[in-house]
Each structure stands twice: as C-alpha cells, then as structure tokens.
C-alpha cells in the first residue's frame, strides 16, 4: 500500500455539487497538506494541519474547506464545485525530522 | 517573503544533450530547504532530491548533478546526456523552517526530450 493514499483518483462533478476528496497515510507524520496543480502556476497550498486539533488556511483556501479525521486522515471539501477549480490535487505529509514530504498520486478533479 | 522562480517554461532538446534547469529562490530565513521534484505524463511526483541552506555541497547521482549557489539564490539541476524517459514537467521547492514546513513550489519547466 502507498504511504499515501488519494480517493478518488478521478472525479467529474457537476458545478454547483459537494464534494470530498480524502486523503490517508500511514507514514505516522503529524503534519498535512492540500495543494492544487495549475498548468504553469505549480503547486498552491491550500490547507495545512499540524495535528488533529490545528487547521491553517494556505494561500488559496477560498472555496475550500478541510477536515482532519485523525492524524492519519485529512480531507479537502469543494462545498460547491465551479469549473475553475478544475485541477490535480495533492495531499502530502510532512515530518518535522528530516523535512521530508511524502506526497499522494493526486486526485484528478473536474468539474463541468 | 519567501518565493521560488523557474523562469524556463518550457525546454527542448534532443537525446544525449546535457539540459540545465534553472531554479533562483527568496527567502529571509537562515535554515531553509530545497528540493527538486519529477512529475512524469502520469502525473505523480517523484522527489528527486533535498538539500538544506548549510550544506552548499553539489551533489551528483547518475545522470543527475544539482549546484547550490547562496550567493546567487539558485538551486540549478543539470541532466547529462538527456534521454526520452527524461521528459517530464520539474519542480523546484522551498521550505523555510520558520514559516512551519510549508513547501512553496516554483511554476515548473516542462522538458521535453526528443528522440
């Protein structure tokens, strides 16, 4: 199984729609993050959680929302789905040791 | 603030040229990280390597060489004798130990590498 693992790996949705996209690890790391891939913008934070209890906007939060579960799970939440947040979809765990980062297989989001 | 600037969009070369990819980075920190990353067709992303703001050595591994200039803000990464499995978009990223480990990712240069 992956350190960290991404569902759906593929999603149409329709604007307007809820929708969650999960993230789970078992790497055992504290810290989380949700990015977003543009072509030619890179990779933009969106949320990041240090532990259960701690939730950070990143630099594009607008329109989202995240949950963690538990330490090993994090989700990101389109309340309602607009085309332009068509995009790849990381999540990604942190440790505090090495400053390593350990990232999903994305999540392919469209929304029409 | 802290930022990451790929200024090459896009490279084309041809199997078995050497390519550079450039990578100039701000930040006001001391203690900072900086990474490269793969992200081949299938879209997932391959950590290549990490280097931290004290150690200015470069590094090789196989075809891959990376030069760590302080003194120029630049995080260069260079492949030698490029070869068609090369081709993929590459990002370099920042992480500053006081902005709490966030990574702030370049926009990426797309590689291409013709047979």
């Known amino acids: 199984d992956a350190d960290v693992t991404q569902t759906p790996r593929n999603r149409i949705t329709k604007t307007g729609k809820r929708i969650m996209l999960e993230c789970s690890q078992t790497?055992?790391?504290?810290?989380m993050y949700w990015y977003r891939q543009d072509p030619g913008l890179g990779l933009r934070l969106i949320y990041y959680s240090f532990d259960v209890k701690d939730i950070n906007k990143g630099e594009i939060s607008d329109g989202y929302s995240v949950s963690r579960q538990a330490q090993a799970k994090f989700s990101l939440s389109l309340e309602s789905a607009i085309p332009n947040q068509t995009a790849l979809y990381f999540c990604?765990?942190?440790?505090?040791?090495?400053?390593?980062?350990?990232f999903g297989s994305g999540t392919r989001l469209t929304v029409v | 603030a802290q930022k990451v600037t790929q200024a090459q969009t896009e490279i084309s070369v041809v199997e078995k040229e050497d390519v550079t990819l450039d990578c100039v980075y701000e930040t006001r920190d001391t203690t900072y990280y900086l990474f490269w990353y793969k992200q081949p067709p299938s879209g997932e992303l391959v950590f290549l390597i990490r280097?931290?703001?004290?150690?200015?050595q470069n590094e090789i591994s196989g075809r891959y060489s990376w030069n760590f200039q302080k003194s120029t803000s630049s995080f260069n990464f260079t492949i030698t004798a490029s070869q068609v499995v090369d081709s993929a978009v590459y990002f370099c990223?920042?992480?500053?130990?006081?902005?709490?480990?966030?990574?702030?990712f370049g926009q990426g240069t797309t590689l291409q590498v013709k047979p």
């Open positions: 990604a765990t942190g440790s505090d040791e090495n400053y390593g980062y350990t």
């Open positions: 990223a920042l992480s500053e130990r006081r902005n709490t480990g966030k990574l702030i």
């Open positions: 280097r931290n703001s004290f150690d200015e």
């Open positions: 790497k055992g790391h504290d810290r």
